[in-house]
């Protein structure tokens, strides 16, 4: 299993990636409802910020099939 710092580090780099390489994609990383939180105190945990890195490698793998 992953530590927070480790999701977070991966977090990073496929955020950077999609900057670099489709940066078309950037400006919906806000909009994605994994971001919004559906609490007034949200707590982050390793989970969260794994579900998060496999929601933005989800989009982007998804983009780069259909658009090269």
């Given at each position: 299993?992953?530590?927070?710092?480790?999701?977070?580090?991966?977090?990073?780099?496929?955020?950077?990636?999609?900057?670099?390489?489709?940066?078309?994609?950037?400006?919906f990383?806000?909009?994605?409802?994994?971001?919004?939180?559906?609490?007034?105190?949200?707590?982050?945990n390793?989970?969260?910020?794994?579900?998060?890195?496999?929601?933005?490698?989800?989009?982007?793998?998804?983009?780069?099939?259909?658009?090269?």
């Open positions: 299993m992953k530590s927070m710092k480790q999701s977070s580090q991966m977090i990073l780099q496929t955020t950077m990636l999609i900057q670099l390489e489709h940066p078309e994609l950037y400006k990383l806000e909009e994605m409802p994994v971001t919004i939180p559906d609490m007034n105190e949200p707590v982050m390793q989970q969260i910020l794994s579900d998060y890195n496999d929601s933005l490698t989800v989009m982007l793998s998804n983009y780069a099939s259909t658009h090269s």
